[in-house]
């Protein structure tokens, strides 16, 4: 069976956008300082940049393994970026000086895959959001009787070559002229050498990996693209691309369902030090007693995403009468659910928990709360909603002997039609 893995490339700084789109909005590692992200970490249709192409590589049924190659100082936009996708992405790895450097990074990481190295490779730009499966599966196609094929794009515009002082020297034949784009896939080994080769030989100023294919002498085929397949470069370009995902996500909005899921769970309490809720440990006078942490508001929480997408309960997907959950952290539970409403093309829009306790006060852990469940759902920490209520001294809870909590969850999913 051939193996096809793909590189993005995420290491440069975007200097030529300032200020982001206006979708870059308060929050983030950055703490909502805008110009400090690189172009590739720039919050487009509410997302980072780098994320709208990780989402149609990771979600290619053909791909499977993705790596990243980062700036080491963008560690925590990465993994902003890079939550909801963590199922086929290997461990980033650090770019170098020069593209080519940061490529070549990327293709050793993957050299080193568990199943080792992956028989065609994918190299795409992430600053290039608009990726579609549609050309991921003709670039495969090409690769069947190439072993290189790029996304390129047809010159439409007349070409003008100048002279010296400005002036129009003369008009170019654009009849064979193509605008070389991203994804460009290659046989894995091919592709590597070449790089390797470039490097012993000194040679850094290829633009991009055809013409450094071109230079060894490797066959590659031209895949037609479109203008879509746009790169972000200026400021200009962010906000086009947000009224294209505007325009689009208009259009699209018949083709998704909405769904809401609620869930429930209390625990006991018992002798202990401290409580677990919504994956924050609390000092306390006693613990929650349950066979795993027994963190009543991420339990609620996983049961109302399995109850959005109709697959059953927490209990269901981990028995209390499996061993291997004793202790287990309920962010695990957590992470399930949220992996299997991706498996169904799903997304999730916002998550709402209420915890019923007389004791701790939730008031000062409420950020880390919200910080800890964005994280594991891969969401804003403005669509999580964190309260708590007392029982005015009435009932088991009211006694202090137990703390309950109910959760709410929407999720978008395709509709049958789509």
Known sequence: MTTTAAVVVAAGR???????????????????????????????????????????LTGHP??????????????????????PYAGKLVAPVAGGATRQASVLAGLEALRTLPGGAPDRVLIHDAA??????????????????????????????????????????????????????TPQGFHFD???????????????DFTDDAALAEWIGL????????GTNMKLTTAADMDLAERILGAANSSAAAAWETRVGSGF?????????????????IPHTHRLDGHSDADVGLHALT?????????????????????QWRGAASRIFLAHAVELVRRRGGRITNVDVTLLCEAPKVGPHRPAMSATIAEILGIGVDRVGIKATTMERLGFIGRGEGIAAMASATVQLPTAAS
Request: hydrophobic share 40%.
């Open 14 to 56: 975007g200097t030529r956008v300032k200020g982001g789109s206006r979708s870059d909005v308060e929050g983030g590692p950055d703490g909502g300082n805008a110009s400090a992200r690189p172009k590739q970490y720039h919050l487009l249709a509410g997302r980072p940049v780098l994320s709208h192409s990780l989402a149609v």
């Open 62 to 83: 053909a791909i499977t393994a993705v790596v990243v190659v980062r700036h080491p100082d963008d560690q925590a936009l990465y993994e902003e970026a890079a939550a």
């Open 128 to 181: 290039r959001p608009f990726l579609s499966a549609a050309l991921i599966d003709d670039l495969m196609a090409a690769l069947d009787a190439s072993p290189g094929a790029i996304a390129a794009e047809p010159v439409a515009d007349t070409l003008k070559r100048a002279d010296t002082s400005g002036r129009i020297a003369e008009t170019v034949d654009r009849s064979a002229l193509w605008r070389a784009q």
């Open 190 to 204: 091919a592709i590597r050498d070449a790089h390797r080769k470039a490097a012993d030989a000194n040679r850094h």
């Open 219 to 226: 066959p590659v085929h031209l895949v037609a693209s479109s």
């Open 265 to 281: 769970d209390v625990h006991r309490v018992a002798e202990g030090d401290h409580v677990w809720l919504c994956g924050v440990k």
């Open 303 to 323: 049961d109302a995403l399995l109850g959005a997408i109709g697959d059953g309960d927490i209990g269901y997907h981990f028995p209390p009468s499996d061993e």
